[in-house]
């Protein structure tokens, strides 16, 4: 267990000369809490996460995880600690769902794969629900069911910093429950700092400990979901009217009223 937070400071990324990201500070991410990343569409949250994963070049700030400056960091030491899972998978190829996972957990080692290794690969397809696609191939699968296997191949690897762009895009509500339950188990078991895109404002409600609320590339507020989620977050970032109604699992649910209305 680590507990080491990732430190985001002044950061600024543009694409050419079009600058996206505007020196943003973000609290500390902790180990051992997921994080939702939340903003409306072209808001910055994947070009923020491919920056923090080292797909992006900031053009200023940094990125420290403890001491490590991760912008500094080579490809290979970065991931060592950054597992990144990007919004659009990349396309399948012709392995099974288990040999798929089973690769991703041996990225960092030379040794073979002992019988403690397999049993950890199959445990974890299981606990993801996909136990029995274990030997269908990833080109054969759905949308949904590569979303899963692309899970079990980032969570495998144990990174110290998790990023996942919408992981739940393509999931049923099942699978979307089940797959927010467990990232927050093995988050605090292994105090990896997991930080995840999110559009359903009422998953993050229900599922993570803390919110960050990114509007035009900039933070608009950061902290509980309760703090984050508000009618006026909702009017500023999303152009929504809407409430925040008490549910009966004691956290908040989002209402959706209309539009703002456009002068
Ligand atoms: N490769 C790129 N080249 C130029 N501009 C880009 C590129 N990728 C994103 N952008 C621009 O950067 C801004 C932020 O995009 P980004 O994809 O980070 O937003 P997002 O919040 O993840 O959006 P969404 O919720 O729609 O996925 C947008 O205005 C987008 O047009």
């Not at 991410?29 to 994963?53: D, E, F, I, Q």
Request: hydrophobic residues 45%; contains cysteine.
């Amino acid at each position: 267990m680590n507990s080491d937070s990732l430190q985001v400071s002044r950061l600024e990324v543009a694409y050419g000369r079009r600058q996206v990201i505007h020196g943003l500070d973000l609290p500390p991410l902790t180990a051992g809490s997921v994080t939702a990343l939340l903003g409306p569409n072209g808001s910055g949250k994947s070009t923020l996460l491919r920056t923090l994963g080292g797909l992006t070049r900031a053009s200023a700030g940094s990125v420290r995880l403890g001491r490590v400056e991760l912008a500094q960091a080579n490809a290979a030491a970065r991931a060592q600690h950054v597992v990144y899972m990007p919004q659009a998978l990349p396309r399948p190829v012709h392995i099974s769902v288990f040999e798929s996972v089973l690769v991703a957990a041996q990225a960092q080692q030379r040794a073979r794969p002992d019988a403690q290794e397999l049993e950890r690969v199959q445990a974890l397809l299981q606990h993801l629900g996909i136990g029995q696609l274990a030997q269908h191939h990833l080109d054969e699968l759905s949308g949904g069911q590569r979303q899963l296997a692309a899970l079990a191949q980032a969570l495998v690897r144990r990174p110290r910093v998790l990023l996942l762009d919408e992981p739940l895009s393509a999931l049923d509500l099942n699978y979307q429950y089940l797959v927010m339950e467990l990232l927050r188990r093995e988050t605090r078991r292994h105090g990896l700092v997991t930080l995840v895109v999110l559009h359903d404002l009422n998953t993050a409600f229900r599922h993570v400990d803390r919110a960050l609320l990114l509007h035009r590339g900039r933070l608009l507020r950061a902290g509980s979901p309760a703090e984050v989620i508000t009618p006026a977050s909702l009017a500023q970032a999303y152009g929504v009217t809407g409430r925040i109604e008490p549910c009966s699992q004691g956290h908040g649910q989002v209402q959706i009223d209309g539009l703002l209305s456009v002068e």
